[in-house]
């Protein structure tokens, strides 16, 4: 168990050290980066001591329960494959946060960025932990969300926001397609259990639903590792720092798109459909990839296409279907992280030493940078495929795998030229990167002058370039054990023989590997005179710009067809848009119904009681009443809004519901005066003209009557209709004969809010959370009509009493003039204090509950607002919504997490009966600590936009004396 805890310590600690170091000063670099780094560390120790279980194709498991029904678990898995990767993400994510120590400069508001470092470590390692295919997309997307923050860390550079935009657009997409994908692929199966799905190759394949589902999860995969033609949105994301870009665009992130498609080769690989969709992305993006990196004269820009090329190496490998060329994409994934991680962090030293990237101003700095030079050399010769390094023995590979005819196909038979021609792309630009920058005459015309970077900067790097070098001569003892590890956890039964030796004798691969050596290193002597001034884009291929395609799209979707769209659809007015709503709404629901046959009785209705419908005519008859003199008078229709209300109120009563009937009435006293004391700051009612309305008037006026009538008895109609369906009548008695024996209560509405849809309920309190936050956030930008700053009759009426007397110590609060009853309402507080704890408390078993508890405790403090004013009440009481509003979920939230410590699905509840002294058995639930946190946000919630509503009091009061000092001055 404790092996298994290792792996949720694995997601969650990161996502903590994200936490603590938002809340860390600005100026606490040091702080922040010895968090960070020792976070990280942690990471990567926890990982290494992980590696003895799951060595020789074991799987470690850990099961977290959540909707075990809907195959929904919160299922976390490592296998030899997820370990390499962990291992990637916690070791260069540490050398990462060294590197940023001494890179990011002190005006940066370095918390945000370790935080947010930290935050996608932590969804880096939940995806590649998942064991569930929609908890995978889960952490996918929330990959996706982070890399948008951190490419637009400096949100003051335009480039940075585009380049962010860009690759939250394209990813998020691909996200989206991904878990439609999902969906098919336990929709055949029948579980998104990982496990599961990799036993079901077959069964997939040979489905009707497999060719969609192939498409959707490819176009997540591609997206996410900027493949053709999704390539573009990784060179514009490199306006984010160079840490970010070493660590996300290198190592990690860009690396999700090939460790899906790996994960999921045993499932999906050994098509023609796979074969020709997937290699036919991998070889463009490969060829494409290197010829645009050529070109390039920012440093990071010929990384990130080189990046983008190397990535389309990978994906040809794993379209190949073949099991070595499986093992070759692995091995190079693991290459191309340490190699690429290097050279971004060189690239990186020379803008922050020499102040620039462009290759045109940059040269011979060798002599001011010879220690950072050779690494930057040896790190290219990898890229480059250079023998004795590392990239040279999985490129190798590559060039053995794609000689070998699979498929009777001009793609199969073009693939080996162009996998040469590839290389000697890749050739030309390392040795351009090199050459260009470090050797010929010195640069004069710098921004800085160059020189070596403190040791701790450079570290990072000297440990990259040490693993290049030791695989590429040493692999089976450096790399081996472990490559294998994560082969056979991808590959299973299907694992080929290969070796990793260094020399296999003078065969093709080599005579590939040379040719793509020698011809890369002559075609930079051909073009290097050319590179020196020419633009970026490369010869032939200067209008395809995917930039500005993407542009293109998005301008005409969002102008052209979007335009469209409004102008035939659309409105700028309110009424017609909730008229179409309203329509679409009452088709949508009847129509099915009426199909179904769900309609009401007749009989049924004409057998109810006369007292009750009496009843529901008042109710009713209220409610027209109020959309009526909505238009005319606020205060008559918040009165008659009150008694549709007290009519359903009363009818929950006469069906023996009195917890509803109590929540009710309660919420009909709190959302009243709330709308109360909202319409004191909203503008006069313009005066109707004494002019007959207009025909066209009257008719309108009629049909949006007719329609609200007919919505209003439609939904009626329809309650009533699935209230009285035979088969659902079962769903009553299935709490009725559970909610005491499963649940331990007898209050079944209860039992059921905070047990048996307790996850509803958590999902509301959030919703209701939310609501609150937004609605004080809109009014603290509010501000209160001109013509309802002037103080109310009965407050006028009292200070020209005040004046005619000379007394003038009265302020303008309800206790100024209603003496009596502001009296009353503050001895109050004490009770309903009392109240909301009886009615918490008895909850389970009696009508109540966390819900009813916090209504009536927010009760008390609008009484207390009233009575005394908002400046009365905030010197005396210090309530603090917003905390009451975290602490309300994070109550919940945990109450849900501790039946995970029991073995139990999330939010399972449990009962007991405890003997207190003097007292006896008493009944005490699990589910009673859930309620807490419902009474707690209910309580925040209410009180937060109470606050909202009460601070304009203070804005008008601002306002009035300023006018009077005004006037007095002018006076």
Known sequence: MITENVLLALILLPFLGALLAALFQANARNAEAWLSGAVTLFALGLAILLYPAIEGGRVVRLDLQWLPELGLNLTLRMDGFAWLFTMLIAGIGFLVVIYARYYMSPQDPVPRFYSLLLAFMGAMQGMVLSG???LMVVFWEATSIFSFLLIGYWHHNAAARDGARMALTVTGMGGFCLLLGVILIGHIVGSYDLDVVLRSGAEIRSHALYLPALLLILAGALTKSAQFPFHFWLPNAMAAPTPVSAYLHSATMVKAGVFLLARLWPVLA????????VGTAGLTTLLLGAYFAIFQQDLKGLLAYSTISHLGLITTLLSLGSPLAAVAAIFHMVNHATFKASLFMAAGIIDHEAGTRDMRKLSGLFTALPITGTLAMVASGAMAGVPLLNGFLSKEMFFAEAILEHRESLLDSVTPYLAVLAGAFAVTYSVRFIHSVFFGPKATDLPREPHEP????????????LACLLVGVIPGLTIGPYLHTAIVSVLREETPEYSLSIWHGFNLPLLMSLIALV?????????????????EDPPGLRGLRGQRIFERILVTVSWRWARWLEAHLGTRRLQPQLRTLVLVAIIVTAWPLFKAGLMPELSSIANLDPALVLVWAMGI??????AYQAKYHRLAALILLGGAGLATCITFVWFSAPDLALTQLLVEIVTTVLILLGLRWLPERIAESDAPASLAARLRRQRDFLIALACGMGITVISYAIMTAAPLRSVGDFYLERAYSEGGGTNVVNVILVDFRGFDTLGEITVLGIVALSVFALLRRFRPAPDSIGLPEQQRIQNAYDDAHHDRSVGETAHDYLLVPSVIMQWMFPIIIMLAAYIFLRGHDLPGGGFAAGIAMAIGFLLQYLAGGTRWVEERLRILPVRWIGAGLLVSTLTGIGSWLFGYPFLTSSFRYVEIPLIGQVPVASALLFDLGVFLLVVGAT?????AIAHQSIRSHRVRAAETAKQEEVA
């Open 132 to 134: 569930n295919l929609v």
């Open 519 to 535: 011809g890369g290193i002559l075609l930079y002597a051909a073009l290097r005179r050319y590179l020196a001034h020419c633009e």
């Open 943 to 947: 009180v937060l936009m109470l606050i």
């Open 270 to 277: 050994g098509t023609d459909a796979w074969f020709f969709i």
């Open 621 to 626: 008859t209220c409610a027209i009443a109020a």
């Open 454 to 465: 403190p040791h701790w900067m450079r570290l990072p790097i000297e440990l990259l370039v």
